[in-house]
């Protein structure tokens, strides 16, 4: 059972990403799925969460119109797509799911499982 997210890297500022998050062991079907990031010497902050069936879709503030967060059942992957990125956005970022459905609280971060992490830069 595990999450393994890739697809980081180093961009310039205003450039894009796409993050995957691939379940083995169990099935994203049934799961809340949440990316959060990390930056050093910060806290943790959640960036989406998405719910597979019911529930809602949260952006924080500074994902807002930027990011989209997606999943492909068939493929028990989900996606983080990063548009306009900016120098205020490297982290390392994560994925975590949770069972049943994504709530207002999720960037709290707790009873999540959780990936390794993909590390993402911003950078000219």
């Known amino acids: 059972v595990q999450l393994v997210e890739s697809g980081g890297g180093l961009v310039q500022p205003g450039g894009s990403l796409r993050l995957s998050c691939a379940a083995s062991?169990?099935?994203?079907?049934?799961?809340?799925v949440a990316w959060f990031r990390q930056a050093p010497g910060e806290e943790r902050e959640g960036v989406s969460c998405?719910?597979?069936?019911?529930?809602?879709?949260y952006y924080a503030d500074a994902a807002e119109g930027r990011f989209t967060v997606s999943r492909d059942n068939a493929k028990n992957t989900a996606y983080l797509q990063m548009d306009n990125l900016k120098p205020e956005d490297p982290a390392i970022y994560y994925c975590?799911?949770?069972?049943?459905?994504?709530?207002?609280?999720?960037?709290?971060?707790?009873?999540?499982?959780w990936g390794q992490g993909t590390q993402v830069n911003v950078s000219s």
């Open positions: 975590a799911t949770t069972p049943g459905v994504c709530s207002a609280s999720y960037y709290l971060g707790i009873g999540w499982f």
């Open positions: 062991g169990f099935s994203l079907d049934r799961v809340a």
């Open positions: 998405t719910s597979n069936t019911g529930g809602g879709t």
